[in-house]
């Protein structure tokens, strides 16, 4: 009987290089991302600096204020539409009924995934500064939309509350978010070929 | 180069896209939080070590909602016939499953790009997807852990790790999506798509 041995199999070289194919291919498609991976972290590292600002003392002071005044323009809002709405704090009341805003319902976490990506993406600092102001006022507004809205239904259509406030405000959110920064990459795109083209 | 015309296009398969599959479909969550559930069961679950996962039906389930409860006990503490304290942790999976899920789909099906990269696009996103939603969840037991003294925390940092919690829990279901988006389906060399500006900036920047 001959002696067992272990034998290792050596990769062998491929045309390409000394990798072989499988590492090749995983090479290969890393390359071919290398500036969306360097995107992906740089916007992963604002996340994250944005995350960490909502923790200190300074996000917690300056959160009331924001959640009370969505509250205020909410209520003025609705007297534009004729409810006999009242404030008190962040809670908007009626005798019919009330709502309050509370943190999870400061739609804040879609303003800081705009300003991480705008920040990130390429472009001049004052179109960034243009799209970070907007967007954010933007979706302010949205959120003000929304209470009022939920208010409305609470008064109106009881039974609708839990789908509009879980599944239709927060898509519509997710969409405008999304639709808001392809159309502001679109407008940077436009204003670069424009000047481009003039500057040629 | 993007053409707004193409833009436009592109965002209303997006909104139509993701409009029907985000839709509270009947059965559809209920069926998706339990696929989750079975997953978090098989990947996370173990039969030896200090910790055990029992999953329960969420008392959510009768208001409508399709919410998996974790229950996380320490086998330490755990008296000889079975009572002692345990934590319990109500994740909406179902939401969080098919939310993310019909975001990745839509961008990726609004996407101009040709059907045979949409799909691969689509094979190599839904397990990067599905290994996120698994570090999520495995973030929140871990968080909540220190509830029944399986992970030990000062009082600061456990603040700042239900802090993180909460935030992750309200970031992931539009962050994932949109960065596996990103990852899976652009390449360097797609002169069509949005990241054609960053090429342009970085080459000015190695000159």
């Not at chain 1, 001959?2 to 034998?7: A, I, T, V």
């Not at chain 1, 879609?110 to 970070?132: C, N």
Request: charged residues 15%.
């Amino acid at each position: 009987m001959g002696r067992s041995k272990l034998r290792f199999r050596q990769p062998r070289p491929s045309a390409r290089g000394a990798l072989p194919p499988g590492w090749q291919l995983g090479k290969l498609w890393f390359d071919e991302r290398r500036p969306l991976l360097h995107f992906v972290v740089k916007f992963l590292v604002v996340l994250a600096f944005l995350t960490a600002f909502s923790l200190t003392p300074l996000y917690q002071h300056i959160l009331p204020g924001y959640l009370d005044t969505t509250a205020r323009l909410t209520n003025t809002f609705l007297h534009i539409l004729g409810e006999d709405t009242h404030l008190a704090g962040a809670s908007i009341w009626s005798q019919k009924y009330s709502v309050t805003v509370t943190p999870d319902c400061s739609a804040l976490e879609f303003s800081w995934f705009l300003v991480a990506a705008l920040l990130v993406f390429p472009a001049r600092w004052h179109w960034k500064i243009a799209g970070i102001a907007s967007g954010i006022a933007m979706l302010a507004v949205l959120n003000v939309l929304r209470v009022a809205t939920l208010y409305l239904i609470g008064i109106r259509a009881l039974t609708l509350f839990d789908l509009v406030h879980e599944d239709v405000w927060p898509v519509l959110l997710i969409m405008t978010t999304l639709v808001f920064l392809a159309a502001w990459i679109g407008w940077t795109e436009y204003r670069n070929g424009s000047e481009d083209h003039a500057s040629a | 180069m993007l053409r707004r015309n193409s833009i436009v296009g592109c965002i209303l398969w997006f909104v139509l896209v993701f409009g029907v599959l985000a839709a509270p479909w009947p059965g559809l969550r209920g069926a998706c939080c339990n696929y989750l559930q079975g997953m978090v069961r098989t990947v996370l679950s173990s039969e030896s070590g200090r910790r055990e996962l029992d999953f329960e039906v969420s008392p959510n389930h009768k208001r409508g909602y399709d919410e998996a409860r974790i229950v996380i006990v320490n086998r330490d503490l755990m008296t000889p016939n079975g009572s002692g304290p345990v934590r319990n942790l109500d994740i909406d999976l179902g939401t969080l499953g098919t939310r993310s899920l019909a975001l990745l789909l839509a961008l990726i099906c609004a996407t101009p790009f040709s059907w045979k990269r949409r799909g691969i696009a689509i094979l190599l996103g839904i397990p990067f997807l599905h290994f996120f939603i698994l570090a999520l969840i495995a973030y929140c037991i871990w968080s909540e852990s220190t509830e029944v003294q399986l992970v030990t925390l000062s009082p600061a940092m456990k603040e700042i790790a239900n802090s993180l919690e909460e935030r992750q829990l309200a970031l992931f279901s539009i962050v994932v999506p949109v960065l596996v988006w990103v990852v899976v389906t652009f390449r360097r060399s797609d002169r069509t798509s949005l990241f054609t500006s960053m090429n342009a900036a970085d080459n000015k920047k190695a000159r």
